[in-house]
């Protein structure tokens, strides 16, 4: 658990042809348990990157909604995610359009069905890899690996029985143990309760789990309305987005993949399930 991040329950812990917008890179194999607690950060970049070369097979890419709200149509986009896309004359408009309405929904409910993913979740994932693709075009940032934090962190937003309404906000709240240093790193209270009602102690926050102080610096409004909300996951997922882009820089590199995962929980454990969850978020959509 990190000083940016931390987990909710965890101590520390166009459909042919492939997809620029899934992650190849994050193709951890489900063996990865073998190859224990041990292992460091140097050893663990080599270990994906050898896989990541003959192994990995990308899932079916989100198409844009409406080509003119996306700076290119998905089919467009290169296959290396570190090339740019070209900008449009309505870079400005898409800029200010919900994240979740930039992927096609079609595309939306066709591969929340096969992946099991909440399509409001899945909405806000695929739209937040769209729009890296403006904000950060040499990030190559894939919805599957937002999918798979998203995972982790907090089951899409259904842990505690809870669940993302159509207004995108996750309800009731999901409000992580107080990170009192018991079972995690120790994080006194940094926003006077304002955010998790506690005084004392920080709390982890919202479907994809921000502390009050990273929030209060990173939140980004991804919904279009205004303000950074960390119950709403479209802010939540932009902003989990933009941070991973910018601690990993091109998540296309293995090296670059695991140092912003590593950077969002600093956790070899952490990073095998992210990448498992992603790995097989990206194989069930073909």
Known sequence: ????????????????????LADTTSRAPRRAALVGAALTLAALVAFVGVLWTGAARPGAAPAIADAAADPAPAASVAASPTVSPRPSPSATRAARAAISTLADPSWVQRIAARTGIP???????????????????GCGLG???????GEVESGHGTIFGGAIGADGVARPRIIGIALDGTSSLAVPDTDGGALDGDTRWDH??????????????DGRDGDGDGRADVDAIDDAALTAADYLCRAGGDLADPSGWIRAVDAYNPSIDYNHRVAAAADEYAALAG
């Not at 940016?4 to 997809?19: C, K, M, N, Q, Y």
């Not at 890899?129 to 075009?137: F, K, S, V």
């Open 143 to 149: 919805w599957n690996t937002l999918a798979g934090i």
């Open 204 to 217: 982890a926050l919202g479907p994809m789990q921000f502390i009050p102080e990273t929030w209060a610096r």
């Open 1 to 20: 658990m990190s000083d940016e991040f931390s987990r909710l329950l965890a101590p520390a812990e166009g459909e042919d042809g492939g997809d620029p």
């Open 119 to 137: 399509p409001r979740a899945l909405a806000a994932y695929a739209g937040a890899a769209l729009r890296m693709q403006t904000l950060h075009p």
